[in-house]
């Protein structure tokens, strides 16, 4: 079968009409790629100019060298150098080369001791002790305890020393103090516990004063034939005065003469029950017409 029919009259003004279109289209390719100008590109060349350049005329052509005799020629070696320093400064520093960098010291951490663990409260209130403050070289006394939560079993400590304890109520124990723990001046500590510390109280403490003494001075005895009425010859420390004192008699308001002798001089607290022991002095002399103690003058008809 033939792909055209050159018989018929349309089909051959198609095929002459797709030709034409082919070879323009051809065509135009050409002269966007090619281009119809197939000449050659020239290159300018630089025109020489007509008339030469000369130098100019009045140019300085440098003067011959003048000859120099060898003395001069020596000399000019030891002629003075005339040297202009450049005015060129040296930028400042910006940091001091002398100094240089110091770590700091490394911190001492110190050793962190963990804070002590404060101890349970004692499950035994002790409020209170009665009397709380006594003068020491007093007679035995009775001591009462005031709290909470006492029980039969329980004891009063003082110093360490268990003492006979006696219960009363839950709330007040008491006992009896000896002379012996107040024979000097200072402090005693005070508990109420159980014997096998299992059930035990806060600590107080009896303050145990030094107790008052005589403000005087034994310094003479007149003593008769018969030694009943001694009399005691004692001087008051405050002002110096001296006076006489018989047994019996309370000095000061407050100290009873309960011995005399040649030796000593006995006295009492009559309200602490204090004994105090003042020895023969001399005393202060010239305090007056008593400051001398008198002797004892023997009888006659005395055998030897």
């Known amino acids: 079968m033939a792909l055209v029919d050159l018989s018929k009259p349309g089909e051959k003004k198609k095929l002459i009409f797709a030709g034409v279109l082919g070879l323009g289209a051809i065509l135009v390719l050409y002269w966007v790629l090619i281009g119809f100008d197939s000449r ?10 007509a008339t030469p350049q000369r130098p100019a005329a009045n140019a300085q052509r440098p003067a011959p060298a003048t000859p120099v005799s060898p003395e001069v020629q020596n000399l000019a070696a030891f002629a003075p150098i005339d040297y202009e320093p450049s005015s060129y400064s ?19 951490v110190a050793p962190s001791t963990a804070p002590p663990t404060p101890e349970p409260p004692p499950p035994i209130l002790l409020a209170s002790v009665s009397p709380s ?10 001591l009462e305890a005031a709290g909470d939560k006492f029980t ?6 003082v110093d360490g020393r268990e003492l006979p304890t006696t219960y009363k109520s839950p709330q007040q124990l008491s006992t009896t103090i000896g002379a012996s723990f107040i024979a000097a001046p200072g402090a005693r ?7 096998d510390n299992r059930l035990y109280s806060n600590q107080l403490t009896i303050n145990v004063a030094a107790p008052p003494t005589p403000n005087f001075t034994y ?12 009399t005691a010859l004692v001087q008051d420390r405050s002002n110096k005065n001296i006076v006489s004192a018989y047994r019996g008699d309370v000095l000061g308001g407050r100290f009873r003469v309960t011995s005399i002798s040649e030796k000593e001089l006995v006295l009492v607290d009559t309200s ?11 005393g202060d002399k010239g305090a007056g017409p008593l400051s001398r103690p008198t002797p004892r003058v023997d009888a006659e008809d005395d055998e030897p």
């Open 40 to 49: 050659p590109p020239q290159q300018t060349r630089p025109t020489a100019s």
């Open 90 to 108: 040296a930028p400042e520093a910006k940091r001091n080369i002398f100094a240089y960098y110091e770590p700091p010291p490394k911190p001492v």
């Open 133 to 142: 403050n006594v003068y020491a070289r007093t007679a035995d006394f009775k």
């Open 152 to 157: 039969p079993d329980m004891r009063i400590f």
């Open 189 to 195: 500590q005070v508990i109420v516990r159980t014997p």
């Open 219 to 230: 310094i003479g005895i007149i003593s008769p034939q018969n030694r009943v009425t001694d």
């Open 272 to 282: 602490l029950k204090i004994k105090h022991v003042l020895p023969m002095t001399e």
